[in-house]
């Protein structure tokens, strides 16, 4: 019975349709041989997810990019991306030269595919389940070095990026991948650390680096914007917490930080075009057949940035994921973390981690730009897969 369904299903995703197949659209154009890829090397040209946006204007919602050699499909609007991320045929990974080189090619859940795929996910999966109160104590285990470490520091600004949160997020994984969170002073914590920047860096960390400094460039009005923002959670985590430490369970009690949270989340948008996806058969979407093995990219840029989905989007506003009682809420566009078959894995501790280290953080603490620094723009930064701000420093006091 299953097959019947099955081999009907297929029919009509590449049947008879596929015979009047347009086709492959256009994109672009690249440079010889480099193709776009002089877009992500390194320090991003600035505005580059607005003009990967403004392309669909003009090449319609798939369109091709060129990364050296390789041709990727870039998926635009939710709508699109959500066709073709829950095909059940899109469901294989590219293979990346770093990723092989640091996990072995085709290896761990993120770029597996078949089989060995869906068991490392589904023991995955079964593993963030269980061990939420496993994953609380990392967080808050690592949380409590951060504030400590910024009670501890006498210096007029620091680059809290790179030297708090980055060694914080790599050894809450330490800690849940081996069972122990290491030094940051130790010999053996500074090769996990640059095996894991050979990883994020070169791809991009995905990470709250944005989060406690509300993204956007710097003028007066804007800062005093985003004071404004931090005064608002602070007060709210005043009200409900005093000075008890806080827990993922506490965020439905602080609706407006979670919301705060959510909201930079969006705009620091640290996965713009995901991860990679392919075709493990042919596949029809839009009157396109495209053939096995095609990589397509979704533009989650696209919809965090749909005017929409979330009005005027270069606005940090946020109340739009507060609804008329003043509740969190989630619209079912809002995928940072991707969505369908293959969305991220690490999606729950990556929540704990941005909402319990926010909170802690602007508990105890002001964050202000030094005067004569920049605050880190969401239009620059440096991109692979995932993007991170150009360096930036925060002067810290207690409150
Ligand atoms: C803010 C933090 C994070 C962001 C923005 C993020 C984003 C993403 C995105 C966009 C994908 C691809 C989804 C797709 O193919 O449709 C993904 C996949 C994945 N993520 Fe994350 N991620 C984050 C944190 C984490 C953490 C903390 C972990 C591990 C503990 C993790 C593990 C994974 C894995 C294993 C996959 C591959 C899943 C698969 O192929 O089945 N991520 N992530």
């Not at 640059?194 to 009005?221: K, R």
């Not at 005017?307 to 989007?313: K, L, N």
Request: charged fraction near 25%; glycine fraction near 8%.
């Amino acid at each position: 019975m299953m097959g019947v369904i099955t081999s009907r299903r297929r029919k009509r995703l590449t049947g008879p349709e596929d015979e009047n197949a347009k086709p492959l659209p256009e994109g672009p154009p690249g440079y010889p041989l480099l193709g776009h890829l002089h877009l992500f090397r390194g320090r991003a040209v600035p505005n580059v997810f607005q003009m990967i946006n403004d392309w669909a204007k003009d090449y319609g919602k798939i369109y091709p990019l060129k990364f050296g050699p390789k041709t990727m499909y870039i998926l635009n609007g939710y709508d699109c991306i959500d066709e073709v991320f829950n095909h059940p045929d899109v469901d294989g990974r590219s293979q990346s030269h770093t990723f092989a080189a640091a996990l072995g090619e085709g290896k761990g859940p993120a770029s597996a595919s078949g089989k060995s795929w869906s068991c490392q996910r589904h023991y995955a999966i079964g593993f963030f389940k269980k061990a939420s109160e496993y994953l609380d104590q990392a967080v808050a285990d690592e949380t409590k070095i951060i504030v400590q470490k910024l009670t501890d520091q006498s210096q007029d600004s620091i680059d809290i990026q790179r030297d708090l949160y980055r060694p914080a997020l790599y050894n809450i994984l330490t800690k849940i991948t081996f069972g122990k969170r290491l030094d940051y002073s130790s010999e053996d914590f500074k090769v996990l650390v640059e095996a894991m920047d050979t990883v994020f860096t070169q791809h991009g960390p995905a990470t709250l680096y944005y989060s406690l400094n509300l993204p956007f460039g710097s003028p007066a009005e804007i800062k005093r914007k985003l004071s404004g923002f931090k005064v608002k959670c602070q007060t709210e985590i005043d009200n409900v917490l005093g000075k008890s430490s806080p827990t993922y369970e506490d965020r439905n009690r602080l609706p407006y930080l979670q919301a705060t949270v959510a909201e930079c989340a969006r705009l620091a948008n640290v996965t713009p075009l995901g991860v990679p996806r392919v075709a493990t058969k042919d596949v029809s979407f839009q009157g396109y057949r495209f053939p096995t093995g095609t990589t397509f990219m979704s533009n989650l840029h696209s919809i965090m940035m749909d005017p929409e989905i979330f009005p005027e989007p270069e606005k940090l506003k946020p109340e739009r994921f507060l609804d008329a009682e003043g509740n969190y809420h989630r619209p079912k566009e809002y995928t940072p973390l991707g969505m369908g078959m293959r969305s991220c894995i690490g999606e729950q501790l990556a929540w704990r981690e941005l909402f319990v280290i926010t909170c802690s953080v602007l508990q105890k603490f002001t964050l202000k730009t030094p005067d004569g620094h920049e605050t880190p723009s969401v239009t620059t930064g440096t991109t692979g897969v995932a993007r991170s701000p150009l360096p930036f420093r925060v002067r810290v006091t207690e409150r």
